[in-house]
């Protein structure tokens, strides 16, 4: 496909003005030097930065992907069906969240730096005396820096995508609370 008909394609230019939040950091840098006299290089220079909003991206990607996934399952199984499908934002982080169904719930946290982690829990945990937390709890995405500062999300040391995640851990959930 050319370069024409690739910007005259529906969404090409939202897509592109999504992922391109770097140029706007370095025109507003550039703009902070010519002010102050002092230069701060976004991203790409601190990888501890970039790891941070590499996390925060991948975890917003998540949440909508289950929120699609949530509003999706939800009209097929109809307005008046048991146990809807519902998507929070954890107060207090930045980018924390939960996918609920019943007494089951996923919980989906930044737990370390560079470190996202799915687990599940029944509301009655939740609601019993807080448990412990065990490091085998749950399943760690690690972001891994490649060339170029590109960020990779890997589970056990293989590259894993924000879809395939979504996809594996919904499916659990509604597997997970249909019986519960």
């Not at 048991?82 to 939960?98: E, I, M, N, Q, R």
């Not at 085998?136 to 040391?157: K, R």
Request: proline share 3%; with cysteine; charged share 25%.
């Amino acid at each position: 496909m050319d370069i024409e008909r690739r910007a005259a394609a529906p969404g090409a230019m939202n897509a592109w003005a999504e992922e391109s939040d770097w140029v706007v950091d370095l025109a507003e840098s550039e703009e902070q030097m010519l002010r102050s006299g002092t230069f701060d290089m976004p991203g790409h220079y601190d990888k501890q930065k970039a790891v941070e909003h590499a996390t925060e991206e991948f975890l917003l990607e998540m949440k909508a992907e289950f929120s699609r996934c949530a509003d999706r399952f939800n009209d097929v199984r109809g307005v008046h069906s048991p146990h809807p499908v519902k998507v929070f934002l954890l107060s207090g982080t930045k980018a924390d969240f939960l996918v609920l169904r019943g007494t089951v719930k996923l919980v989906v946290s930044n737990t370390a730096f560079g470190v996202v982690n799915l687990s599940f829990m029944s509301r009655a945990t939740i609601l019993g005396a807080a448990m412990p937390r065990r490091k085998d709890d749950g399943v760690d995405l690690i972001a891994q820096i490649h060339p170029f500062n590109e960020m990779v999300w890997t589970f056990q040391g293989e590259s894993a995508n924000a879809a395939a995640v979504v996809r594996y851990f919904f499916t659990e959930l509604v597997r997970t609370s249909a019986v519960s």
